[in-house]
């Protein structure tokens, strides 16, 4: 039961982490900076899931990147593209409705199970 509660709970943070990491780049972040937002929030992510999800997101257009050299070690910045940010606008307001929705299920259910 523990390996599919954990397959379960992975599966419905893929869908939570692509809408969190998008909320993040309305600035410019590196990877290890967008970590510690995200940390701050409560929600952990491996760099060895945050940084294919950057390409997958880049690939498709809804990010773009670019390198600062001035630094040190050189960064790669990742940030909303024009297309991302209307695509993270619609994400945002569908999960809200799809969070209301569940809430209201779950509440429900709460009521029934105490009846």
Known sequence: MDALLNSLITEL???????AVLSQLRTPQ?????VQLL???????????????????????????????????PRKYYVLSEYGLEIFLQLKKEWI???????NLLKEEDKNEFD
């Open 39 to 73: 940390e701050k929030s409560g929600i952990t992510i491996d760099q060895s899931t945050l940084y294919p999800l950057l390409r997958r997101l880049e690939k498709q257009e809804l990010v773009t990147s670019s390198w600062d050299k001035t630094e040190s070690r």
């Open 13 to 19: 943070r893929r869908g939570t982490l692509t809408l």
């Open 97 to 103: 409705k799809d969070s209301k929705e569940l809430y």
């Open 30 to 34: 590196y990877g290890y900076s967008l």
